[in-house]
């Protein structure tokens, strides 16, 4: 906003951090000015992380100097930090969820009647001011656990502004945000900086540098490559400083072909882990060769539905068919058998066994069937020849089919599961968010693979909070939110504005 | 502009306490006419009286075990620190006994088998947070190394002077039927009531209790703010020891007045099922504790009025097969807290 | 959850592989026989007489190696019932229990049974007592996978259920004549046979290892089973269905057990009496963690531990050191093993492999 106003509240030269085996940041130097937004963009994996993390005292840095509001520092561990005013709302939230908002927001800085015994009272006034004055608008006394994901993050900042923090770290504050959402909250971010405090904002989306930075630090591979103002910049050349090379940030493909309804859905319901309607009555149809992206802000019960459909969690009622076939109550081996694939939400979780190798994990949905076993006995053999053959086949970044998963960088191992999942024939395609926190390269890939399973005659489904991923792959786009598809809009109708509207629940005239 | 407003449920936990002393009251009066009608007034005093007394190690082994689990550790060894105790509380009593009077003797025995209690906490927090070892396993090096401690230098044939006696509370103590139940005491007993209060208290209402609840469900975010989880953990183990340490002392000094290889018989786990049963809360597992001691009493009595012509090893396979009935019906879904077992490596 | 790491070794064969994996093993026997000495010449007694007397009682003699494989062989199969449990992330630590059922329910059929020519009558009661053991694994196995109560707490409550159980029935419906409590003795029909100093228990034992070790790497079970261990969530999404799978492990968990304990019926004591080999489960443990959870590793671990509690009356009697040492040092050895960052630190780097086994998350199903 206001660089005239020049004063360095905050200072880095020459920051590295090293752990075993990777070079996290290299010789970084950083400066932030009083009242000033500053972007860190760059990929994931790029180290933005660390370099914030070592800005609030979590790590240590290997070499280089720190100095905040002209004062040199060592930071030894987040309070120092925030004894000097740095503040830290983390990309994912460390809020205790048992405890109210109050409890979490006061905590290691409790409020108290004396003796060590808390003043819960004082510290729910407390949170009740600061949540006026900034237009945050908490309850102190809620359940974390029970509070939507945008209002934990105002949570978070509230945690920062208790402490009195006028150097604001955000980690990839827009995640979890609509775009509406993510509206207000730059406008939270202006006022802020326009009280005199400052913004470091740590993203890779584009869009959001260009629309709120004052000024933008791109690193890449641990390396800051560049210091640049919006205005001589666009997102084109961002994205080349991000990547190294020159980014196609579209997929090319041909229009689609679309034949029989492979997946119908009919009015299905599904609670969620808490017992409530997370799926609250989902009427969908996807054909053979077309690709249905479903956006939405996580959290309006995407990640039940996609359950639902793979047989992972229970119906409460309603139905969906697979190639005509009502498939409501079956169990995933079957579904996995009538030719749907899957590529999960949580590759860790659900979609790769990290102690398992790469040899093994491609085998996780066919172990027991011809040629990898026979009966019982399992055919070592053949398993490692499929694996060369995926490995080789998908571009996977290996030293051998024999190393464990967890070795592998994020982008490799989603193409561990994608591999896996493009092995065999398939029908339907179901695929929730599946460039996620995976690199550039890896992204372009598997968006040419799924293209390529859609001209192959497959019906796919992409579930995805990356409005640009739900936009550049499909040809209809369906909006959830609250638990319903709201509307579903031909590709070419589908512009960012209707979307963000739908995905925040407004109706659009049409 | 689309802020979301936050309407918020009424927070059900006053409620739901409700429920459980509505049900706890139920359950009481039930007991009371069971006991009444079949064993008369002398013998519901026996078995009130014993229930008390038999939940105080139950109660003491819940609490190590919640203290630790809240924090992020699990116990697995409260029965060897009990045990490890007993034994040096013993070995404390006879030979302290010889050289000191009886009123000396027993408060420095008692204070001997905390100490041990605590040192053993210390030891499971060394493999646990420093060395990173299984927590499980740690348990159970600590439950067999008091094993076959205790066992091989236990010696037959030593006395002691005496044990812990009952303190009467004064006119209390006359109240017919109340009186000899719950105000005719040993000390540990009624220590052992204080502490629920106490650490009920202070687990939801001081600085410490906020700080343990939070190490023990996210500790990133007690990092976050500057709380060193590993720190804590490491005293809130040793303390978490000490009330194993106390029941140890309680089992040798108030209960049995000597010393048997093996006599803690599985109390230390059957703590943990009470402190599960009891959701991880000092005042539900005197709950669970209490209930549970009472289901024991009852049968030993039935076994003893010769009610019923069970075979010994019946009434003393019941406790047993209580705790897997229990956890069966009502501990198996419990959410502990949330990042127990769990190592902490914040760099 | 069980968690392993399996890194494929460059450089050497076999030799190597093995020499790297029992690096920490051994130099945690080392340590804990080094702690067990000093405990030994702070009670009085001499170690090294104490040592020398218990390698001449485990392995002095034709008699000795008999009573060390003898004693080797319950542990052999305490170690696979563990070590086969940890690859599904369940903890049993029933093994006792499981054993002192298939025990004593060899017995019966071993001596209430006649009629039967030996070829029927052994293995069908060593197969009686190995289902026996296995139905009592089960129990602990359906409560986790159907109200999700922990199996720490559940197999050692069993444990104590089944020592009650026994000794009704030693003492009451299956009691010998006379005032001992006990079964009467098996019938020549169903006795194991000794073959010189090997008993023929001990043969069983290792190829049940075997055959244990095949199950878990060779079959779709074991692949089945290992998934459900490292990542249940991934085991779901791969339609292994987790709850079978559950009781399943404990119900053979248990069959291992069961075995152990009929064959130290049916092979060793010929009849049921109380006092039968205590502390199983928690010896389990330690022989499943020295043999890094990897089930053909049992046999040289049982074999280590069988020879410590074989020649400990030998020590006893030689050096007046009373065998509850034994416990001790085995406590030691457990916590060696595990504590491998104490041990790693004093080995060379070249000898350590990258295994660590870690087990517990919490109580929650």
């Known amino acids: 906003m206001n660089q005239n106003n020049k004063e360095v509240v905050l200072e880095a030269q020459g920051l590295t951090k090293r752990f075993p085996g990777v070079l996290a940041n290299d010789n970084i130097n950083l400066v932030l000015h009083k009242g000033e937004i500053l972007a860190l963009l760059g990929e994931n994996g790029a180290g933005k992380s660390t370099l914030m993390n070592m800005l609030y005292g979590l790590y240590h840095p290997t070499e280089g100097e720190i100095w905040i509001k002209g004062e040199h520092v060592i930071l030894e561990d987040p309070s120092d930090a925030i004894a000097r005013g740095v503040g830290m709302v983390h990309q994912h939230f460390q809020l205790v969820p048992v405890m109210t908002v109050a409890e979490n927001v006061i905590l290691g800085d409790e409020i108290t009647r004396g003796g060590g015994v808390l003043n819960l009272k004082e510290a729910a006034n407390k949170v009740w001011e600061l949540s006026h004055q900034y237009g945050l608008d908490v309850d102190p006394t809620a359940m974390v656990e029970d509070l939507p994901v945008g209002t934990q993050q105002r949570v978070e900042i509230i945690k920062a502004l208790y402490r009195d923090a006028d150097i604001l770290i955000l980690d990839e504050p827009t995640a979890v945000l609509t775009p509406q959402e993510a509206e207000d909250l730059f406008r939270i971010m202006k006022d802020f900086t326009a009280r005199g405090s400052s913004i470091i904002f740590i993203t890779h989306k584009l869009k959001e540098v260009l629309a709120i930075a004052d000024t933008i630090g791109v690193l890449h591979r641990g390396r800051m490559v560049g210091t640049v103002t919006p205005e001589e910049s666009t997102q084109a050349s961002l994205a080349e400083m991000m990547v190294g090379r020159e980014v196609i940030l579209t997929v090319e493909k041909d229009p689609p072909h679309p034949k029989d309804v492979v997946l119908r859905i009919e009015n299905l319901q599904v609670k969620d882990d808490r017992g409530h309607l997370a799926v609250k009555g989902v009427d969908l149809e996807v054909r053979a060769g077309e690709i249905v992206g479903v956006a939405g802000v996580q959290g309006n019960g995407q990640r039940e539905l996609v359950e639902a459909l793979t047989g992972l969690r229970p119906v409460e009622s309603g139905s969906f068919s697979i190639s005509g076939q009502d498939s409501t109550h079956l169990k995933p081996r079957k579904i996995t058998e009538m030719g749907v694939a899957h590529i999960p939400e949580d590759r860790e979780k659900h979609g790769l066994v990290m102690a398992y190798s790469v040899a093994d994990n491609m085998v996780l949905n066919n172990y027991y069937v011809e040629p990898f076993a026979t009966r019982i006995i399992m055919h070592e053999d053949k398993i490692d020849e499929q694996a060369e053959r995926l490995v080789e086949e998908f571009d996977v970044r290996t030293p051998s089919v024999h190393t464990p998963a967890r070795n592998l960088s994020g982008g490799n191992k989603q193409k561990v599961i994608v591999a896996r999942e493009f092995s065999r024939p398939i029908t339907l395609l179901i695929a929730a968010q599946p460039t996620r926190g995976i690199d550039v390269g890896s992204i372009e890939f598997i968006h040419n693979q799924i293209v390529e399973q859609r001209d192959a005659g497959a019906a796919v489904l992409v579930v995805s909070a990356e409005l640009d991923e739900i936009m550049s792959l499909s040809d209809y786009v369906a909006v959830m939110f609250d638990g319903r598809v709201v509307d579903v809009l031909p590709r070419k109708d589908a512009t960012r504005e209707k979307l963000g509207l739908l995905m925040a629940g407004s109706e659009i005239e049409v | ?347 | ?365």
């Open chain 3, 1 to 365: 959850m069980t968690e392993e790491i399996q890194i494929d070794q460059e450089g050497g064969g076999i030799l190597n592989r093995i020499l790297r994996g029992a690096a920490v093993p051994v130099l945690s026997v080392f340590l804990a026989l080094l702690i067990g000495a000093f405990i030994i010449w702070l009670s009085g007694s001499n170690p090294i007489e104490a040592y020398v007397a218990l390698f001449k009682g485990a392995f002095g003699s034709s008699e000795a190696v008999e009573r060390t494989l003898e004693k080797a062989t319950p542990l052999i199969f305490g170690g696979l019932a563990v070590a086969f449990a940890f690859k599904a992330g369940l903890f049993n630590i029933g093994g006792q229990g499981q054993l002192l059922i298939g025990a004593i329910v060899a017995a019966y059929i071993g001596f209430a049974v006649k009629g039967l020519p030996f070829i029927i009558h052994m293995p069908l009661a060593l197969l009686a007592g190995s289902l026996a053991g296995a139905a009592y694994g089960a129990i602990a196995g359906f409560l986790k996978a159907y109200t999700g109560a922990h199996e720490v707490i559940t197999t050692i409550m069993l444990n104590f259920v089944a020592i009650n159980l026994t000794d009704y029935l030693s003492n009451g419906p299956w009691k010998d004549e006379g005032i001992l409590a006990r079964t009467p003795k098996i019938l020549e029909t169903a006795a194991i046979p000794k073959w010189g100093f090997l008993p023929a228990g001990f043969l069983i034992a290792c190829l049940m290892a075997f055959l244990t070790w095949y199950l878990l790497y060779r079959t779709t079970w074991g692949y089945a089973i290992r998934t459900t261990g490292l990542n249940a969530n991934a085991a779901l999404y791969a339609g292994i269905q987790v709850a079978q799978i559950i009781v399943l492990t404990m119900a053979f968990s248990g069959f291992l057990a069961g075995m152990g304990g009929a064959i130290e019926t049916l092979g060793v004591v010929g009849r049921y009496q109380p006092g039968f080999n205590v502390g199983l489960g928690f010896d389990g443990i330690t022989i499943a963690l020295l043999a890094k959870t990897n089930p053909l590793g049992t046999i040289p671990a049982a074999i280590l531990i069988g020879a410590m509690q074989a020649g400990s009356s030998q020590m006893q009697f030689d050096a007046g050191v009373r065998f509850q040492i034994i416990d001790i040092i085995q406590g030691l050895i457990l916590f060696f093993v595990s504590a491998d960052v104490i041990v790693r630190k004093i080995l060379p780097a070249q000898l350590v492999d990258e295994e660590q086994v870690t087990l517990s998350t919490g109580w929650g199903s």
């Open chain 2, 1 to 347: 502009m689309a802020t979301t407003t936050v309407v918020q449920e009424q927070n059900s936990g006053m409620s739901s306490r409700t429920k459980w002393l509505i049900a706890g009251g139920g359950i009481f009066i039930a007991a009371l006419a069971l006991n009444l009608y079949f064993f008369g007034a002398t013998g519901t005093t026996a078995v009130f009286a014993a229930t008390l007394r038999q939940s105080t190690p139950l109660i003491l082994g819940a609490m190590c075990g919640l203290i630790g689990e809240r924090s992020g550790v699990i116990n697995i060894g409260i029965e060897g620190q009990m045990l490890m105790a007993a034994f040096l509380a013993f070995l404390a009593n006879v030979y302290i006994g010889r050289v000191l009077p009886l009123g000396l003797t027993l408060p420095i025995a008692v204070l001997i088998g905390v100490a041990t209690g605590a040192l053993l906490g210390l030891f499971l927090a060394w493999m646990s947070v420093t060395l990173k070892m299984d927590q499980i396993i740690g348990g159970t090096v600590i439950n067999t190394l008091a094993l076959g401690l205790t066992s091989y230098f236990y010696v037959t044939g030593l006395t002691t002077q005496g044990k812990l006696q009952t303190i009467p509370l004064g006119p209390l103590a006359d109240i017919p039927f109340v009186g000899p139940i719950l105000f005719n005491n040993p000390p540990i007993t009624y220590l052992t009531i204080i502490l629920v209060f106490v650490l009920q208290f202070a687990l939801f209402r001081t600085v410490w209790g906020l700080r343990t609840r939070s190490i023990g469900e996210h500790p990133s975010a007690a990092d976050t703010v500057g709380i060193n989880v590993n720190r804590m953990r490491y005293l809130n183990v040793t303390l978490a020891g000490a009330f194993a340490g106390l029941a140890g002392a309680y089992l040798t000094l108030e209960a049995v007045g000597s010393f048997e290889r093996g006599m803690t018989n599985g109390r230390g786990f059957i703590a943990l099922a009470v402190m599960i049963f009891g959701r991880w809360t000092p005042i539900g597992a005197w709950g669970a504790a209490l209930l549970f001691a009472f289901f024991t009493a009852f049968a030993t009595q039935t076994q003893f009025t010769g009610l019923v012509s069970i075979p010994p090893q019946f009434v003393g396979m019941s406790p047993y097969v209580l705790t897997i009935v229990f956890l069966a019906l009502f501990g198996g879904r419990a959410r502990g807290p949330a990042a127990a077992g769990q190592v902490y490596d914040p760099e």
